[in-house]
């Protein structure tokens, strides 16, 4: 069951000055209690639940995908750097293939390992690179 918020008021198109002293404040039974704590990542069923449940024949096709991908993103950046026209949505893209499946094949994941090197080194000598 959620607890009601207590204190809040909403703001009219008057514009109503705030009481000093009723702002948001916990309810009485929650000030004394110390913060709970995190839960572990690994304990949360978010992404890794979900790569967890992929075969290793579908975790190898994603990463093979995104070899792909990488590549082609690599290849349309040195032809910008050619033409002296870099895209900021290329280098988003690179940056954000740059992390993600590795595949459950060793050779695959060393393979992409190598393509994300070259990727996120591209990144950094550009001086346009995304934060």
Do not use: C, N, W
């Amino acid at each position: 069951m959620l607890t009601p918020i207590r204190g809040y008021t909403a703001i009219g198109r008057g514009g109503a000055a705030r009481r000093p002293g009723r702002g948001f404040a916990l309810p009485e039974a929650e000030r004394g209690q110390e913060p709970a704590a995190a839960a572990p990542v690994a304990s949360h069923p978010g992404l890794i639940g979900l790569q967890e449940g992929l075969s290793d024949t579908e975790r190898d096709g994603a990463a093979q995908r995104r070899g792909k991908a990488l590549l082609e993103e690599l290849e349309g950046l040195q032809l910008a750097l050619l033409t002296g026209r870099i895209d900021p949505g290329r280098l988003s893209r690179l940056a954000q293939l740059a992390g993600g499946e590795s595949g459950a094949d060793p050779a695959l994941r060393d393979l992409l390992r190598a393509i994300s090197l070259r990727a996120r080194i591209e990144l950094e000598r550009l001086p346009t690179a995304p934060a």
